[in-house]
């Protein structure tokens, strides 16, 4: 099976002939690193550097299916074209670990079908509040389903259980995709106020951006634009337009439908991954980098949470209406094939919510 | 009308027998994966000579059609390892050769299933009962794909082995 690839320094992609090399300077520790049975282990990659200070090191094409770029990189057009021919998507991150931009493949799965219906379904108000009325409703399940695992161990989050709970029930009232949006903002919040008792360290005080600027929110906006990606990624294998969005505005971002499904795996994907990193102290204070007003994973804090990240994707459940098993990252692309059946008029869309 | 007939491709009268779900997926252009089976096909279909001594057309991954001139006479081969041929594949074959005689013209040409393990050559057989269920077979296959929305699926054994699988039964 093909797996994610996470370049988390700086370096350079050629081009040989069929093989694309990554070049970059002896002095770190770490190029690669992957996942491969639920134990991490380096990628063998063929050794032929000359030069004393630099290194170089082939990209098994054939085993990558999307490169996660975190380090400063730079590509030739010929690597690019190489990488577009074997389908593979280049994500980029920014220094805070942000989501930059895709460099997608060419070849594209399209029906102008879909298009015609996916935009139809914007354009109806109607239905437009009733799929992203599904987004909020999957995430908020999603979210009661994380705290009611820690009110089972013992903490007491009965307050922001109700509260989610109410706020769920009153989805259906909202009239527009603003209120939606409220709404979903005022779960969201009181849920991130909960992290300070299912965490053992770390404050959360309150949710900051670009950039972050405490442990915390380092991680969630790592975790989030890596999930961004990913989504990114799925919808890329269906028929589906990604500019076209219902509870965001499709002109927030490019790919504005990945941030509505991204809402709903945020749970399952980034804030499970968290939750264990602090609580079995796999990730402590000395993983960040703080600087005036910022807060950052160090390479070492990044490494440890994509490799979570990355055994999150792969771990497989047995699928309840398909009766095999399936990956986590399955279950995105099943997402989608289930907006393409809604918007075909075969069957209506419920969102995921995590049954196990 | 006959025009129109000539925009079927084999492989949708193949999905038909297989499914009619998998028929209206496949002819809106829900393909699961980029399909190159697609684009061979229609190559083939929009063949305009056959005047070569011999062509090899790969209809998909499973499947290689022959051309072969045997003198005046056009002969189809579809090679199978072996005896167990699937229905669907069998109309497929009728489909060219009535597509072959009824809309190119090509009155002499005939089909065969090799089976070289065997040393074996089936003739299929085309006649009139055929074409008219060709025919039949072309009709349903319009209302089929004109439909507004895919058939219900429903489940059978070869669902497991489909492309479509997921989206069917998500
Ligand atoms: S999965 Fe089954 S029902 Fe669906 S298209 Fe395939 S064969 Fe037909």
Redesign the interface.
């Known amino acids: 099976m093909k797996k994610n690839f996470y370049i988390l320094r700086n370096g350079k992609l050629i081009r040989k002939g069929n093989t694309i090399y990554f070049i970059y300077e002896k002095s770190e520790e770490k190029v690669f690193s992957a996942e491969i049975d639920g134990e991490e282990m380096e990628v063998e990659t063929e050794d032929i550097s000359d030069k004393q200070e630099y290194e170089k090191r082939v990209l098994p094409i054939e085993q990558i299916s999307s490169l996660f770029i975190y380090g400063r990189v730079s590509l030739t057009s010929g690597v690019i074209s190489f990488l577009s021919k074997n389908n593979i998507p280049v994500h980029f991150f920014g220094y805070y670990g942000n989501y930059e931009s895709t460099l997608m493949p060419k070849?594209m799965?399209?029906?102008?079908?879909?298009h015609i219906k996916q935009a139809m379904h914007y354009i109806s108000q109607d239905k437009r509040v009733f799929i992203a009325k599904r987004f909020v409703e999957g995430s908020a399940q999603n979210i009661l389903r994380n705290l009611e695992y820690y009110q089972r161990e013992g903490k007491d989050l009965q307050e922001e259980i109700s509260y989610i709970t109410n706020a769920s029930f009153s989805i259906e009232n909202c009239k527009d995709v603003s209120q939606l949006l409220a709404l979903e903002g005022a779960i969201r919040s009181k849920y991130y106020s909960s992290f300070n008792k299912i965490l053992k360290s770390f404050e959360f005080d309150e949710r900051t951006r670009q950039p972050p600027e405490n442990p915390l929110n380092a991680m969630i906006s790592f975790g989030n634009s890596l999930l961004y990606a990913t989504v990114i990624k799925q919808i890329y294998h269906t028929?589906l337009d990604q500019t076209i969005s219902f509870l965001h505005e499709p002109s927030e971002r490019r790919f504005s439908l990945a941030l509505d499904i991204s809402e709903i795996f945020k749970p399952l994907l980034v804030d499970r991954i968290i939750f264990k990193l602090v609580n079995k102290d796999i990730i402590g204070e000395d993983h960040f980098v703080k600087e005036l007003n910022s807060c950052l994973l160090n390479n070492k804090g990044k490494e440890i949470f994509l490799r979570e990240y990355d055994e999150k994707l792969q771990t497989t459940i047995k699928?309840r209406?398909?009766g095999r098993n399936v990956s986590y990252e399955r279950l995105i692309?099943?997402e989608c094939?289930?907006l393409?059946?809604h918007f075909?008029?075969?069957k209506d869309y419920k969102p995921f919510v995590i049954w196990w | 009308m006959l025009l129109s007939q000539a925009l079927f491709t084999g492989t949708q009268v193949n999905y038909y027998i297989v499914c009619p779900t998998k028929l209206w997926l496949f002819t809106h252009q829900l393909s699961m994966e980029a399909s190159s089976e697609y684009v061979e096909i229609g190559k083939f279909i929009h063949e305009k000579s056959y005047s070569r001594e011999r062509k090899d057309v790969i209809i998909d991954e499973k499947i290689g059609i022959d051309f072969i001139r045997d003198g005046d006479k056009l002969i189809i081969c579809e090679i199978k390892k072996s005896k167990r041929i699937e229905k669907a594949h069998r109309y497929q074959l009728y489909y060219y050769l009535y597509y072959l005689r009824k809309i190119k013209g090509i009155e002499n040409v005939e089909g065969r299933i090799l089976y070289p393990t065997q040393r074996e050559i089936e003739v299929i057989e085309f006649n009139e009962e055929i074409s008219r269920e060709i025919e039949k077979i072309m009709e349903e296959i319009r209302k089929i794909i004109s439909l507004d929305e895919p058939p219900k699926p429903s489940r059978k054994s070869y669902c497991k082995k489909c492309a479509y699988f997921e989206f069917c039964w998500v």
């Open positions: 070849e799965l399209l029906s102008g079908e879909m028929q699928h209406d398909l692309y099943l094939l289930k393409c059946k075909l008029g075969i």
